[in-house]
Every structure is written in structure tokens, then in C-alpha cells.
T-cell receptor, first 113, second 115 residues
């Protein structure tokens, strides 16, 4: 059974700092890995999707990497801003088990002005 | 605008009642999903549907039911058999549930509270 772990559970940084969020998974048989942002009481907003054949994806100040062999992904946020404060979730979609996604519990990020 | 619409945003249910949460998408996606989220936790899959008139149980299907009579609609019924229904419910869709076209898009959620 796929298990997804996100460490740390919470992170607080000063504005302008670069930071890395971590996601690890136990089964490397995946279609893709997707990073989401969730604001309090809201749905999930897709940030980046990395296919299993890719190593990284970039969007603006965000860069996500995937190392399938070690079961790890990182989300790098450059020059953090208070508006980046949210919970970040990663989801792994397996290519077995009917292609279902497994979510981590998320990392809650606070960027202080 | 294309997207996923969940309604209502807030829902209150009395003990023993069934309630239905609505999820509509105009993205022409084949696959749709229902997730439950409890405070401080990730999402757990309740049901998913790969195509019209087909759906499968997820990891926590007990006490829930769904239908998929139309491509754009995937309503979730929370029955009285669900012992702890208070949670945040999220609906999602993707072009497919396998392969490269599986990027998931989410609605804004429905918060269900049992009173």
C-alpha cells in the first residue's frame, strides 16, 4: 500500500527566504506526483504536476523535483512572500491499484513579514 | 469559465438524516473523485468514477453512496450509516484516471456538520 509522508508538518520562515518542502513515498510505481496548495477552508489548487518520466517542473518561483528511485519529491519556493502562507500537499498517483492518488498530510507554511 | 462547482458550501445534518452533496464539472473530464478531509490530515478517497455509469469504492466508502448518470455530475450521498460524517468534502476531476492525463482539479469543498 502506498504511503506518503510530508515533513515537516509545519514551517515558519521570514519573508524573502528560500525554502524546501519534502514529500516521500513508499511505492515507486507511479504515474505522476502533483503538488497542491490549500488555503484555510478552501479547495486544493494545483501547483505543479511531474510525470513519472520527468525529473522536475518549474512555475514562476516554484520548482518541484522528483526522484522516483528514492521515493522523494521536493517543492522549492524561492524568495518566499506572506502570500505563500498556506498548506502544501503532495499527491502520488499509482500505476497500480486503479490509478488512485494517495495524499500526504501536508506542510503548513507561514511566511512572516 | 471551466471548473468544478461544489454545492452547498456549508451543510448541516441532523442525526439519522441522509444528505446529498453536489459536484458539477464543465471540463469534459471522464474521471471524477470524492475525498474526505479531516482537520490536520490529508485527503482520503471515498469513491471515484472513471466514466459515466461506472464507479468504484475508495478507501473509506462505508456510509456513502454515489451515482454517475451524467458525465458532468457526480453527487455524493452521506447516509445515516456514516457514523462520523462531520468533515470537509472535496470533489475533483481529471481527464482520465490513468496515464499522463491525470492532473486533478478540485472544487472549493463542502463543509458538513452534524448537529
Amino acid at each position: 500500500k502506498q504511503e506518503v509522508t510530508q515533513i515537516p508538518a509545519a514551517l515558519s520562515v521570514p519573508e524573502g527566504e528560500n525554502l524546501v518542502l519534502n514529500c516521500s513515498f513508499t511505492d515507486s510505481a507511479i504515474y505522476n506526483l502533483q503538488w497542491f496548495r490549500q488555503d484555510p477552508g478552501k479547495g486544493l489548487t494545483s501547483l505543479l504536476l511531474i510525470q513519472s518520466s520527468q525529473r522536475e517542473q518549474t512555475s514562476g518561483r516554484l520548482n518541484a523535483s522528483l526522484d522516483k528511485s528514492s521515493g522523494r519529491s521536493t517543492l522549492y519556493i524561492a524568495a518566499s512572500q506572506p502570500g505563500d502562507s498556506a498548506t502544501y500537499l503532495c499527491a502520488v498517483r499509482g500505476n497500480t491499484n486503479a490509478g488512485k492518488s494517495t495524499f500526504g498530510d501536508g506542510t503548513t507554511l507561514t511566511v512572516k513579514p | 469559465d471551466g471548473g468544478i462547482t461544489q454545492s452547498p458550501k456549508y451543510l448541516f445534518r441532523k442525526e439519522g438524516q441522509n444528505v446529498t452533496l453536489s459536484c458539477e464539472q464543465n471540463l469534459n473530464h471522464d474521471a471524477m473523485y470524492w475525498y474526505r478531509q479531516d482537520p490536520g490530515q490529508g485527503l482520503r478517497l471515498i469513491y471515484y468514477s472513471q466514466i459515466v455509469n461506472d464507479f468504484q469504492k475508495g478507501d473509506i466508502a462505508e456510509g456513502y453512496s454515489v451515482s454517475r448518470e451524467k458525465k458532468e455530475s457526480f453527487p455524493l450521498t452521506v447516509t445515516s450509516a456514516q457514523k462520523n460524517p462531520t468533515a470537509f468534502y472535496l470533489c475533483a476531476s481529471s481527464i482520465s484516471n490513468r496515464g499522463v492525463n491525470t492532473e486533478a482539479f478540485f472544487g472549493q469543498g463542502t463543509r458538513l456538520t452534524v448537529v
